[in-house]
């Protein structure tokens, strides 16, 4: 029997208690396969970021159960949850988060350091990430001597170097001009090409395009769980 990669199941959200007590999330089910690419949709404060966040295992839920890998990681101990995260996730944000005062290949490196990996293999394996992102004549740079979108280039490579089985993006492209959303988006398509699932937060429909299921939440919910590209054309502009 197989198992989805991600399962939620009646996972629950509150943060603060009493009358102030907010309610991100109200009780979702989600099952997500392995090798799936699925963007997460929804308006400002509908739950999408909180359900991301409990996805990367970067927060707790409040009631129910995460299932990764058919495991109950909502029952992890923070070490193995900080293990989870380096082995077999990886993360881009729209900021890119790089350390400033590292070049490009220390920054991919660093995932490597926490891992363990031998100094010789870190640098192997962060140059082969950067070269796949194009950036193999970049490897010396710090950020400010790099473009936006190479910057973001740097945060997936990072993000891949450790071969995770799951790619979180939280809203990854809202901070490139249009021409680099192009590259970064056909990066994604080749790492699930590849066959890395991919989970992505995203507001701008034509990004979600780019998926091939998109999951759109509303006021804590899931609105709809399993909308192709055009349907959710359909829900946009309903």
Same mark, same amino acid.
């Given at each position: 029997?197989?198992?989805?990669?991600?399962?939620?199941?009646?996972?629950?959200?509150?943060?603060?208690?009493?009358?102030?007590?907010?309610?991100?999330?109200?009780?979702?089910?989600?099952?997500?396969?392995?090798?799936?690419?699925?963007?997460?949709?929804?308006?400002?404060?509908?739950?999408?970021?909180?359900?991301?966040?409990?996805?990367?295992?970067?927060?707790?839920?409040?009631?129910?159960?995460?299932?990764?890998?058919?495991?109950?990681?909502?029952?992890?101990?923070?070490?193995?949850?900080?293990?989870?995260?380096?082995?077999?996730?990886?993360?881009?944000?729209?900021?890119?988060?790089?350390?400033?005062?590292?070049?490009?290949?220390?920054?991919?490196?660093?995932?490597?350091?926490?891992?363990?990996?031998?100094?010789?293999?870190?640098?192997?394996?962060?140059?082969?990430?950067?070269?796949?992102?194009?950036?193999?004549?970049?490897?010396?740079?710090?950020?400010?001597? +790099?473009?936006?979108?190479?910057?973001?280039?740097?945060?997936?490579?990072?993000?891949?170097?450790?071969?995770?089985? +799951?790619? +979180?993006?939280?809203?990854?492209?809202?901070?490139?001009?249009?021409?680099?959303?192009?590259?970064? +988006?056909?990066?994604?398509?080749?790492?699930?090409?590849?066959?890395?699932?991919?989970?992505?937060?995203?507001?701008?429909?034509?990004?979600?395009?780019?998926?091939?299921?998109?999951?759109?939440?509303?006021?804590?919910?899931?609105?709809?769980?399993?909308?192709?590209?055009?349907?959710?054309?359909?829900?946009?502009?309903?």
């Amino acid at each position: 029997m197989t198992f989805p990669l991600i399962r939620l199941e009646t996972l629950s959200k509150v943060y603060g208690t009493g009358q102030t007590a907010v309610h991100a999330l109200n009780g979702i089910n989600l099952s997500i396969e392995e090798g799936q690419y699925c963007a997460i949709m929804g308006a400002s404060g509908s739950g999408k970021s909180t359900a991301m966040n409990l996805i990367g295992c970067l927060d707790r839920p409040t009631t129910g159960s995460y299932y990764f890998d058919n495991q109950d990681v909502s029952r992890f101990s923070d070490e193995t949850l900080a293990h989870l995260r380096n082995r077999k996730l990886g993360f881009v944000f729209q900021q890119f988060h790089l350390l400033p005062h590292l070049t490009a290949l220390e920054n991919v490196m660093l995932p490597l350091i926490y891992a363990g990996d031998p100094p010789e293999q870190r640098k192997e394996k962060a140059v082969k990430a950067l070269e796949q992102m194009g950036l193999g004549s970049r490897l010396c740079n710090q950020p400010n001597q +790099l473009s936006g979108g190479q910057q973001q280039r740097v945060a997936i490579a990072r993000a891949i170097v450790n071969n995770p089985r +799951l790619l +979180l993006a939280d809203e990854p492209t809202g901070a490139l001009d249009s021409r680099t959303v192009k590259e970064v +988006l056909d990066i994604f398509q080749q790492l699930h090409d590849s066959g890395i699932t991919i989970v992505m937060v995203t507001h701008e429909v034509e990004v979600a395009r780019h998926s091939q299921r998109i999951v759109w939440f509303r006021d804590g919910e899931i609105i709809y769980s399993h909308l192709t590209p055009e349907e959710m054309m359909e829900v946009a502009v309903s």
